[in-house]
Each structure stands twice: as C-alpha cells, then as structure tokens.
C-alpha cells in the first residue's frame, strides 16, 4: 500500500524490478509525487484506493487480502514500501521454484541510514545495504523488555492460489499453512536522518484511526513522540554495528522452527547471520564463488554506453574506453569524479556527458597542466582553450578544470572523498605508482580508480608493471583494448554494483571484454569515418598551402632515417604534427 511514499518508491521499485509484476494499493489521500513515479514504472499495476478515518490496520488488511486474492501469479509478495526482502544466496526466482510450502517468511530488520550517506542517495544499491537489528519497535506487539538487536519475522511470501488471509498487522496468517523452515532475509527501512524521520513518522501519527487507537493496533505509530524518534536517530547515525553489516550480502540464513516466535531462537539467529556476514565466512566465499549476487549486469538497462561522444578530439587513444566509462558513471552514481591527465579531454568529457545525461548531481575535477609530458608531447595553451570553449558551457555548472600538477591540486580534496578516480597522467612505473599511492588516500571506501595505458609495454612506459601489483592487492577488472584501461575497487567496501565485474573469470570476463570492445571499437570506426569525409577538403587547403610541400618531405626524411618504433622517430613526427597540426588528420 502506497501512501505519500516519494522518498522511497524509487528504491523499492528498482530492488523489485525483476518481478513480473508490482501490483500497488494506492491511497488517493496521497499528495506528493508518489502516483507519478509509479506510473513511470513499467511492471506497475496502480490500483487506487481510499481507506476513510486515516490508517486503520483492519481496513488496510482486508484490501490486502482481497488483492492477494485475485492476483493470479505463482507467489505473491506482501510488503509495504518500506520493505525489502530477499532470499539468502539465490536468485528468488530458483527459490521460490524448489519451495514445496505455501509460505515464505522474512527475517526483517531495521535498517538506518550511515552518516555517511544521504539518505535515499539514488547511487547506492538499495538491499542489501545496511542492515542493524534494532529493538524490534515494529512487531505486533509491544514488549517492554524486548531484547536489543533483535529482529522480527513475517511470513510475507504466499502462494495467492491458496487463498492464504492475513491477520491486522500482517505478520501472521489465518490458519496454519504450511511455512517453508527457509527463512527470506528482509530489511525495514527506518530513515536515521531526524527531519525526514520526523516528518514522516508524525504524519503516519496524525492518520491513525481511533479504531486503530481503541484496539492497540499500530502503537508504533500513535505512541511515538518527537523526542523518541530523534533520540533514535542519534543512536544510529554513529553506530559501528552498521560499519560492521556494511558487508551483508545474501546470506542463507537457517529458518526457526516453524511457529516461532520467541526472541531466543531469533538471537540465536542473529548471531549466526552475523558470523555468516563476515568476509572470511564459507557461506559468502561460496556466494561470490557462485556468482549469486543479484548484481548481474543487464545493458539494456544501461542505454548511456550506447552514447555517441560529443567531443572531438584530434588522437584517439582513449576513445574506445568511453562506452565503459558512461557505464560506470550510470552503475556507480559518483559522488565525485576526478580526472589525472586530461589533455583534449576525451575521456573527461566522457564522463561529464554521461554525468549530464544522466542528470546525477556528481561533481567533477579534471587536472592536468596541460603542458604535456614526455609521453603525451609538450603542447601549448591551444589545447586548454579549445577544451573550454566545449567543456564549460556544456558542463560548467558541476564540473571543474584545474589548472595544476596532480601533486599541488591533491592537498584541495578532502580524504575518501572521490568515487571515481581516472589516472590518466605521465605513464612511467614510478609517476603511476606515485600518482596512485597520492590519490588513493582521497578515495571514498565504495570507490573505483581507473588506470589508463596498463597494456602498454613500449618505451619507459610502466602502468602495466604498477597494475600487475594492484591486481594482487584489490578486487579488479583489465580491459586489453585501446592500450588497456584498469579498474580497481580500492576503497574498504568495493561496491556491490561491480561484483559482476570483478568476479566476472574466463568466458565471462572474455564476454565483457569483447562487448566493451566491439562498444568502442564503433565510436573509433565512426570518428576516422566522419574525419574522412571532413578531411577531404581540408586536405585540399592543406595541400594549397606552400608550407605543404616542406611539410611532406620531412615527413618522408623522418621515415626514412629513423626507425619504426623509437622515441626519437616519434618525438620528430610530434614536433611535426605541432608545426602544422592540420597534417595529423591526414593520417
Ligand atoms: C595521456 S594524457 C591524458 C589523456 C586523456 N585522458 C585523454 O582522454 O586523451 C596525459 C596528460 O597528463 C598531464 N600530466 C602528466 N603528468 C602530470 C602532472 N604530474 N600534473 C599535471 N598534469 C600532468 C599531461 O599534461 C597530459 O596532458
């Protein structure tokens, strides 16, 4: 049932948006945006409804039950916005397929906000998030001595052919179906940020009927003063046990005996889920081994690596690597982007197209002194300007270009702060080492760097030598293409959106790789394409000039005298393509 719950729909529809359909009781009483965002959803049945007198839990529950009732579907999941369930270690869908029962229960538990998130921040994985047993202030029934960090099971997962009824409260069921001894793990969302809290807890306050109030029904609700929920909130904004859960993945968690509902099996419970959380434990070795993470990649819903980029560039040394980059904007969200080594800016304005395409509120840096290195060629103050004259007034109002060595600008950001990093500066071992080790205090635990040029062996060039010893250290993925590009989880909680990359091995990885490729490999083909036809009558005003014919001939000199593959041959052919620029576009 939907009741003013714009804040959080956007969650609970992108964590169930792999059933085939999400059939909502909407309260016309709502007045926030909570209709619109439904209607945008596209497995979304919207049936509108209205309960007069406020919320009353017998109302409430027998629309529930009339719906589940007419709902014709294998299994039906009873929940309310606010809660997200899963089942331990699979995929529910193989699940609910070996259930032989009518019921499924849920081991809920309270779930706060960390300090360092916003709430209902639109970049981080919804379930499994953080997850914190809590006086189980939301059961049906109050008990003053209830044990902390305690957690409370609901049987939320009915097969609707059985024509299973709910009792008030829905957390038990008329009758006695049978319960599968599996138990869903599931999460309450409470929100830990006291304005947001308030405001809606006190709304939910205001709307209790008095049959609620006369028959004790959803004290939860009725009994709550401002200074409970604040005092609640303080308590979760700081708690290390959620630094702790920080790592809950799908967890097979062993079901109470059926009936239950004592708080000494449901300690026992959490304690054995704890054990289960932790990184070492068989269980989550076995879940990563298995790739049952409910993170698989799905392109479809990323159309943004389909983007064109709109930046021109004269070298394209990057440029396949920007399907990815739009990718990883769109899965990571990004706080904070930032950039070593921008030059004409391919990749950066890569990211900031996506960023501005995707309407995220990322922020962006890119540095550089646009001077250039040994590697990249010295160049001058052309390449700045040109890069501002498209970056700043398509993206000027987030992001950023700094003008300065990586060394100076990195005291000017805050530590684990930046989730995505691109080191894409001078490419010797001990400049990448440097700029890596740097920088790596300044990144956020959920973040990423990327390391450009890792498949480049020629010259001094040492990216590679720095990425064989980072893939020993940190949860990776290699692209070989475009002279490779790496990508490291570099922070203490790699995000749980990547596992499908990083613990992609073989044919998988092999698949992603040439995916990614064949991505890039078509903005490469349609940029020599598009230069082509442009350059047909540049060349000719090129070849009109008098400085043409002076301009070919050190060209054939440079490739007659020096040898293929050597640093002075490229050095000439640089400091030629600088003297008159246009002739690079010939090649
Ligand atoms: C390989 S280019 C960057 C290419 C760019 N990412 C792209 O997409 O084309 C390297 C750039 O790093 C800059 N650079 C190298 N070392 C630097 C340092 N220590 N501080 C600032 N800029 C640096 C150079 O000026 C050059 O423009």
Request: glycine share 6%.
């Amino acid at each position: 049932m939907v009741y003013n719950e714009a804040l959080i729909l956007p969650y609970f529809l992108r964590h169930y948006r792999y059933l085939d359909g999400i059939h909502v009781l909407y309260e016309t009483d709502s007045t926030d945006d909570s209709l619109n965002i439904l209607m945008q959803a596209p497995n979304v049945v919207i049936e509108k409804c209205h309960i007069e007198g406020g919320l009353d839990d017998i109302e409430k529950i027998k629309l529930f039950n009339e719906t589940v009732q007419r709902i014709k579907a294998d299994w039906v999941y009873v929940v309310d916005p606010d809660e997200f369930v899963f089942p331990p270690y699979e995929s529910p869908h193989d699940f609910l397929r070996r259930q032989t029962f009518d019921v499924v229960r849920s081991g809920m538990y309270q779930v706060y906000r960390h300090r360092d998130d916003r709430d209902l921040d639109p970049s981080l994985a919804p379930i499994p998030q953080r997850t914190h047993g809590d006086p189980d202030l939301h059961s049906t029934y109050e008990q003053a001595d209830r044990a902390s960090n305690s957690l409370y099971v609901k049987p939320n997962i009915v097969r609707p052919s059985k024509r299973i009824s709910f009792l008030p409260g829905h957390h038990q069921i008329e009758g006695d179906p049978k319960a599968s001894p599996e138990l869903y793990v599931g999460a309450h969302w409470q929100m830990a940020d006291p304005s947001i809290a308030i405001a809606r807890r006190m709304e939910r306050k205001a709307r209790v009927s008095e049959r609620n109030r006369a028959n004790k029904m959803g004290w939860q609700h009725y009994d709550i003063s401002i200074e409970m929920i604040r005092e609640e909130c303080a308590r979760h904004l700081d708690d290390p046990n959620i630094d702790a859960l920080c790592s809950f993945r799908e967890l097979a968690v062993q079901a109470l005996p059926s009936g239950a509902r004592s708080d000494k099996p449901l300690r026992k419970s959490i304690a054995r889920l704890k054990e289960q959380t932790s990184p070492e434990s068989a269980i989550t070795g076995r879940a990563y081994r298995d790739g049952n993470n409910m993170y698989k990649f799905d392109p479809l819903e990323h159309p943004i690596c389909l983007s064109s980029p709109r930046r021109s560039v004269p070298f394209l040394s990057w440029r396949q690597h920007v399907p990815f980059a739009m990718l990883l904007v769109d899965i990571l969200r990004p706080r904070s982007l930032v950039e070593l080594g921008v030059h004409y800016g391919d990749s950066y304005c890569a990211f900031c197209q996506a960023v501005a395409e995707l309407r995220l509120g990322t922020l962006c840096y890119g540095v550089d002194t646009w001077k250039g290195d040994p590697h990249a060629s010295f160049y001058g103050s052309e390449v700045l300007a040109d890069l501002a004259a498209h970056h700043d007034p398509l993206y000027g109002g987030f992001s950023h270009l700094i003008q300065s060595t990586f060394d100076e600008a990195v005291q000017h950001f805050p530590d684990g702060a930046i989730d995505i990093l691109h080191i894409d500066g001078y490419h010797t071992y001990e400049a990448v080492k440097h700029d890596f080790e740097t920088w790596l205090p300044k990144v956020s635990p959920r973040g990423v760097i990327l390391l450009h040029d890792i498949n480049e062996k020629q010259q001094d060039f040492g990216a590679w030598k720095v990425w064989d010893e980072l893939k020993l250290r940190y949860p990776h993925f290699e692209f070989l293409h475009c002279h490779g590009l790496g990508i490291v989880a570099a922070g203490e909680r790699p995000p749980e959106e990547l596992s499908w990359l990083f613990e992609a091995r073989d044919e998988k990885a092999a698949a992603i790789r040439n995916f990614f490729f064949c991505l890039g490999d078509r903005l490469t083909l349609s940029a020599k394409q598009e230069a082509a036809t442009a350059g047909g009558s540049e060349r000719e005003t090129i070849r009109s000039r008098a400085t043409w014919p002076v301009a070919k001939k050190f060209r054939v000199l440079i490739d007659a005298m020096l040898p293929l593959g050597t640093r002075r041959r490229a050095y000439a052919r640089r400091a030629l393509t600088r003297l008159k620029r246009p002739l690079a576009s010939l090649r």
